[in-house]
């Protein structure tokens, strides 16, 4: 944010970059930012305000920023003008202000979307674009908070990338364990194991626990839940928010003081509602935080104001790179080159092997069942696709069958090559 009139909120899964080089020192608060989509196709966005009473010096200036980054690149520009004398529709000027800006819209074919009024009777906020098409579903809300300004809400079209792969991950909100749990409880697994070896006795187990875990865990494709919507966010809250918006609708169109009253009425019940949903769900976090601790952090961070996030890097020629492979170029070469490689090292000399053999080790069904019940549910699973989650809301049911798998792995000294590899994920800190 600069200057304390203008800022941009960007949500973690949209690549942004703060283009400094587009900016001319101007007296009023405007930046500009670079948004991009999976494609690597970019879209600048523009947010300005000026004060009311501006010199025509300010206008100018705001002109000729906007007219220099319409040249080479997708354009949206959004902010709140003060412009009050222009007429959208004839594009004409009717008082002092505004000449030279209506010009530069002309010239640079950009289109002006908002219709209605954003404040009293008058046009103040403007959103314009360079490209037909690219912003759609414009729409003149009500005040936001305090301010006597109305919102604007609209769709930027980026060209989305729609044919990447589709992630299936598991839904586990909407799993039915008491149906899994039964169907578990049915296996024979002493007739299930019989004439087996550990390799095939493991197999066999695998084969039952990935089978119940794909019949009673229903599958959502990654990412098409709503981002926008809250976890506390309930369907009375929906309502509620469509009815104030319904209200205020209503009022703008009519004029009737007893409906704005109900507004009033619907917006605070609103807030009342809105805070006790916020409040309920923060206290069944703090209940659950030992069993389900990634819920719990993951609202934390999404309350943090400032967010640590990779990039944009700066690479060997001073040009900033947003893009994750040329980041993780730059990254690679700087780690290689403060790399110290180790020279003149003496060879280790191995100790000799004890000859001692280890004594028999009694593994209980009650053992195998209290180290499930510990699993941490919110960890990955290894290659064999089990899931820890399915593990632990199994227990009771798979423990006395763990239980004989790992007896005779230790007496006969097989382990299955499930046990012996693992997924290796590096992490940047």
Known sequence: MKGGGVAL????????????????????????V??????????????YYRPPNSQRELEVQICREIAGNCRKHKVVVVGDFNFPYIDWVSHTVRGPDGLEFVKCVQENFLNQYIEGPTRGDAILDLLLGNELGQVTEVCVGEHFGSSDHNTISFNLIMDKDRSGPRV?????KKAKFEE??????????????????????????KVEIVR???LYVPVRIKGKVNRNKEPWFSRDIATLIKKKRELYDVYRKQGVNKVLEEY???KKILKKEIRRAKRRHEVALAVKVKDNPKSFYRYIKSKRIVRDKIGPLEDQSGRLCAEPKEMGEI?????ASVFTKETGMKSMELRETSSEIMETVQIEKEEVLAVLRKIKVDKSPGPDRVFPRTLKETSVEIAGALAEIFKMSLSTGEVPEDWRVAHVVPLFK
């Open 9 to 32: 909120l960007v949500r973690e899964y949209i690549t942004a970059v703060l283009r400094q080089d587009r900016l001319e020192g101007l007296s009023t608060e405007s930046f500009w």
């Open 34 to 47: 670079e948004l991009r989509n999976r494609k690597g196709m970019a879209t600048l966005v523009g947010l």
């Open 168 to 172: 299936e991950v598991l839904n586990w």
């Open 180 to 205: 899994m749990r039964k169907d578990l409880k049915s296996v024979d697994w002493d007739r299930l194991f019989s004439g087996m070896d550990v390799i095939g006795r493991w197999e066999a187990f």
């Open 212 to 214: 119940v875990q794909n």
């Open 264 to 266: 009033k009425k619907c």
């Open 331 to 335: 990254l690679n070469r700087f780690f």
